[in-house]
């Protein structure tokens, strides 16, 4: 079955005043391990394709459908883009995700490019 997910509005930090730049540097600074950093630090090089992209909701608390009691940590979400990006330490929600209708992606996956991200977020 596929779950919806319903983010929390009002848990969140407001990423609209920032630039991805300072959007990436937040993250990396979360980073536990060496292969998050170096992905963190990789976004944020090619921060300038992001730019003109929905902007993300930082540490957004969001639920999803079929399992409704629990409640789960994003590190970026998207509402309108309907994606999330999780840190290593909020990764155990990864797999009810993929079977919800939005997008997930992991800061630990090495293979998570600046542009396949980039394109799955709505222009603005």
Request: aromatic share 10%.
């Amino acid at each position: 079955s596929s779950g919806m997910v319903i983010p929390e509005r009002g848990t969140e930090l407001d990423t609209s005043g920032m630039t991805w730049n300072e959007i990436w540097e937040t993250l990396e600074d979360y980073a536990e391990s060496t292969s998050e950093k170096e992905l963190l630090e990789k976004f944020g090089a090619f921060a300038g394709i992001f730019e003109g992209r929905e902007q993300p909701l930082q540490d957004c608390t969001f639920r999803v459908s079929s399992q409704p009691d629990d409640t789960f940590q994003a590190d970026l979400l998207w509402l309108d883009s309907h994606v999330i990006l999780l840190m290593n330490d909020n990764e155990r929600c990864f797999d009810l995700l993929t079977q919800s209708d939005w997008k997930c992606f992991l800061a630990t996956d090495e293979s998570l490019s600046p542009e396949k991200l980039a394109n799955q977020l709505k222009e603005v």
